[in-house]
């Protein structure tokens, strides 16, 4: 009777947890759509304060944004990292995204509200929804540096003339905070390019890294001397100790 009474309860505190979710996500959803500005800043404002405590957030799947609002969620193997990005605006040239991060560390659980980059520059101002220009992340790549985990974030921009960036940056978590591993690709802090040209809007960013766990490498896409994506062409990055060293064909095919 006493273990009925105890899964029953169980039952109960999930579907009211499920249904906390299911309404915040709502609620924050029609406000952060509003045409109002002020509406909208408000309710990102809040969402970005539930998304920084409640740690239930961290699995939730948010289908209603995702449909709505294009947020793209990406994870990190492990479960310990999560990024959120969505567009907020389009004018003529600019396109402007919101980021949102979350990690785990033992039982602390962390978020940052703001672009991934000033997060890893060290950066803990509070970034408003409007006036930062994030990029979207697209992806995260574990992989095992020794005893180290370490999370591999790419993350793309494009704007509405054409421009277009895309990079991955080497991260780990370090006690509560997640911290940027410097010149951690032969010597240097990324792989990729700030600029591409992308004129015809056909670039993909599922197409422009690749990481094969077997032969422990890392593939970055190259560019011309135009900027434009050499398509199929990657620089090869090998494991090597503690950081990638690349190798001496810079146009290599991917494996």
């Known amino acids: 009777m006493k273990r009925l009474v105890f899964i029953v309860s ?56 995702r449909e709505k609002m294009d947020l793209k969620i990406v994870s990190s193997q492990d479960g310990r990292l999560r990024c959120y990005s969505w567009p907020t605006s389009v004018n003529e040239k600019v396109k402007v995204y919101a980021n949102l991060s979350q990690w785990t560390s033992g039982d602390n659980f962390i978020g940052f509200n703001g672009p991934i980059d000033k997060l890893l520059a060290g950066r803990n ?43 991955v940056s080497a991260t780990f978590i370090d006690g509560v905070v997640l911290r940027l591993l410097p ?18 809007g056909k670039v993909n960013a599922a197409d422009l890294f690749k990481w094969d766990d077997k032969a422990k490498r890392f593939y970055a896409y190259q560019t011309d001397d135009s900027n434009h994506v050499v398509p199929g062409k990657y620089a090869i990055y090998q494991l090597n100790g503690d950081r990638f060293i690349r190798l ?7 494996e």
């Open 10 to 65: 169980l039952i109960a505190l999930t579907l009211a947890s499920c249904s906390k979710l299911e309404r915040n996500e709502k609620k924050y959803l029609e406000g952060m759509m509003s045409e109002d500005y002020e509406t909208s800043i408000k309710a990102f404002d809040e969402f970005a304060d539930w998304m920084l405590n409640d740690r239930s957030t961290m699995t939730y799947d948010f289908k209603l944004m």
């Open 125 to 167: 101002a509070k970034i408003k929804q409007h006036s930062s220009l994030a990029h979207s992340i697209d992806s995260i790549y574990q992989i095992q540096v020794g005893k180290q985990t370490v999370y591999l974030i790419a993350q793309s921009y494009h704007n509405t003339d054409g421009n277009y960036r895309a990079y």
């Open 183 to 200: 010149n951690f690709f032969d010597g240097i802090e990324i792989a990729g390019n700030y600029e591409i040209t992308d004129a015809d």
């Open 248 to 254: 001496n064909d810079p146009l290599a095919e991917a």
